[in-house]
């Protein structure tokens, strides 16, 4: 498994044990490039989740379309190896209006 694999693990699960539905759309030739690893739906709000691993970075579109997922009143965060591990709490605190 790829680093950033292992990240996108730790997510499914963290998401799967929330009761989270999520959507992770696979990027080709037919697809919309730039979108999030992970689009999901919890307690009727939109969340979009894009995973890097080492020094990895978002790219410009990556970032421009999570910009565009804010401005239509979704969260788009950034998951990776720092902070995988606080996930399921930045979570429960998202779903409480804290996040």
Known sequence: MTPEGKVKAKV????TEAGVWYAMPLGSTFGKR????FVACCDGRF??????AGKGKTTAL???EMQRIRNAGGT????????????????DSWRRGDG
């Not at 499914?12 to 998401?15: D, R, S």
């Not at 730039?34 to 690893?37: A, I, M």
């Not at 969340?47 to 890097?52: A, H, P, Q, V």
């Not at 788009?76 to 979570?91: F, K, P, T, Y």
């Open 12 to 15: 499914k699960k963290v998401l």
């Open 34 to 37: 730039g979108v999030p690893d």
């Open 47 to 52: 969340l979009s989740i894009e995973t890097k």
């Open 62 to 64: 990556q970032e421009y």
């Open 76 to 91: 788009a965060v950034v998951v990776d190896d720092s902070n995988v591990g606080s996930l399921a709490e930045w979570l």
